[in-house]
């Protein structure tokens, strides 16, 4: 079946330390996305990525760092440079030209020690 | 700007009472509208969607949106709360965003099912 395939499901970083956000698709989609959700915030878009080799910054990038190098792929480098980067991370997919919906990955819980 | 508003970031019912979760939006065009479920530690599962046509929508698990335009109103509904609908639900709208398209989203509301 197709999806998104989100790993690690939990992650524990001590600070000062870059950590890794996987991201796989194979539903063929166009465009990916990160959000970050925190209790009582709803989503807040990161970054996006309309096609391989480009993307663009969201609402919240700073301390973040992404890439586009397959159209399969899109990981998520939380950096030391993140001031709070204790968060549930969610990867999303759509096709290009729809109306806009979006298909989630089971999301990533990252704590830091 | 857009934006989407969802009134009572917590509803709490009883087991087999109605459900509804409010959801007003504000956009200068008429919008493609969602509502998306989330279990505890899980991504976000698409409930049901209006684009075009029928304003009454529905969607999985038994629940139900009503698009009223003149409202700016999408609210959800179900007409008997089950225990595992114990959820968040987020209301989003897609909106024109240069040659993309962009998804607003509201604050979500928690909803508790009570035996």
């Known amino acids: 079946d197709g999806g998104i395939t989100q790993s690690p499901k939990y992650l524990f970083r001590k600070e000062g330390q870059n950590v890794t956000l996987s991201c796989e698709q194979n539903l063929n989609h166009d465009a990916m996305y990160w959000y970050r959700q925190d209790p009582g915030q709803g989503l807040r878009l990161i970054y996006y990525?309309?096609?391989?080799?480009?993307?663009q910054k969201g609402d919240i990038a700073e301390g973040y760092s992404v890439s586009r190098e397959k159209k399969e792929s899109f990981p998520l480098t939380v950096t030391s440079a993140q001031k709070n980067p204790t968060a549930f991370y969610l990867c999303a997919s759509r096709r290009q030209g729809n109306t806009g919906e979006l298909f989630f990955g089971e999301g990533s819980r990252l704590t830091v020690l | 700007a857009q934006s989407v508003t969802q009134l009572g970031s917590h509803v709490s019912v009883s087991e087999g009472a109605l459900v509804l979760l409010r959801c007003n939006y504000s956009?200068?065009?008429?919008?493609?509208l969602f509502w998306y479920v989330q279990y505890p530690n899980q991504g976000l599962q698409l409930l049901l969607k209006y684009t075009t046509g029928a304003t009454l929508v529905k969607g999985i698990n038994g629940f139900e949106a009503e698009f009223k335009k003149s409202e700016t109103s999408f609210h959800l509904t179900k007409p008997s709360a089950h225990m595992s609908d114990a959820a968040e639900y987020f209301c989003a709208v897609s909106v024109n965003a240069g040659n993309n398209r962009k998804l607003i989203w509201g604050l979500g509301t928690s909803l508790a099912v009570n035996p």
């Open positions: 990525s309309q096609i391989v080799n480009d993307f």
């Open positions: 956009s200068s065009v008429p919008p493609y």
